[in-house]
C-alpha cells in the first residue's frame, strides 16, 4: 500500500503490477508463446556473450558500491538482469515490463529480482536519483524517465541489434535492422545523456532443433508470414552503448 492508500496484490508467481489507474496501455507486451521461446532459446546458450557483456558493463558501471540497485526496463523473462545479479552479492534489481506472462517468467528469475508490471511510457514506479544501473534491451527507451531515475553518477546501458544481427533468420523474413538506429538512438539521449563508449558484442551460436524453432517464434517476425527453416546455427551481433546522464 502506498503513503496515498492506493492497494496493489502480489499475484502468485510474484510479480505486481502498479499500473492500475494510469490509463490503457498502448500494448500488452509480449505473448505466452513468444516469452516461452525466448526462454527456450536464452537457456540453450542463445545470448551468452551477450548477457556475460553486460554483466562485466555493470560491474564497471557500479564502481566500488557494495549495495546497488539495477533498473531493467522492458526486461522480458529478466535473463539478463539474472546473469548480472549473479555476479553481485550487493545487487538488487527490477525488472520493469508490461506483458503478463513476462512479468511472470522474471518474477522466478532471482530472489533477489522484482518484478513490475509498469509502462515506461507513463512513468517508471522508482523514485528519483535511486538507481545505479539501468538496462534497456531491445526495449523502449524514454531517456526522461531514464535520466530521472538514475543517481547523477549512475549509467545508463542501451543494447541494439547490430546490422549482421541474426542475418541467417532475417534473411528469409521481411524484417531488418535500421541502418540509421545508432544516430536515432543517439538523437534520443543526446539532452540528457552522454556518450560515455560503445562496444560491439559478437558470437556464433549453435543451436539445438529446439532453440532454432524457438528463434522464429521470439522476435517480431513472429508476427509476420515467416517460413520456417532448420537453421543449425546463428550469428548474435549487437551493440553496447554506455551513457552517463547530464546535470539538466
Known sequence: MCPLGHRFDVARHGSVRLD???????????????IEARRLFFEAGGFRAVTAALATATEQARGSRAAWWLLDVGAGTGHHSEGILDRSVGGHGVAVDVSRHALAAAARRHSRL????????????????????VLVAF????????????R??????????????????????????????RERLDRTFAQRFELERRLRVTD??????????????????ARHDV?????????????????????V
Open 227 to 247: 517460413t520456417l527453416r532448420p537453421l543449425d546455427s546463428v550469428t548474435v551481433a549487437v551493440e553496447l552503448s554506455l551513457y552517463r546522464p547530464r546535470l
Open 139 to 150: 526495449a523502449p527507451r524514454n531517456a526522461a524517465e531514464m535520466h530521472r531515475a538514475l
Open 152 to 181: 547523477p553518477d549512475g549509467r545508463l546501458l542501451v543494447l541494439t541489434p547490430a546490422a549482421d544481427h541474426l542475418r541467417e533468420l532475417l534473411a528469409h523474413t521481411r524484417v531488418g535492422v535500421d541502418v540509421h538506429k
Open 114 to 133: 522484482a518484478a513490475v508490471g509498469a509502462d515506461v511510457w507513463a512513468g517508471l514506479p522508482v523514485r528519483s536519483n535511486m538507481v545505479d544501473v
Open 204 to 221: 556464433r551460436v549453435q543451436l539445438r532443433a529446439d532453440a532454432g524453432a524457438a528463434l522464429y517464434r521470439m522476435g517480431p517476425w
Open 20 to 34: 492500475a489507474g494510469r490509463g490503457r496501455l498502448r500494448h500488452q507486451g509480449d505473448d505466452r508463446d513468444m
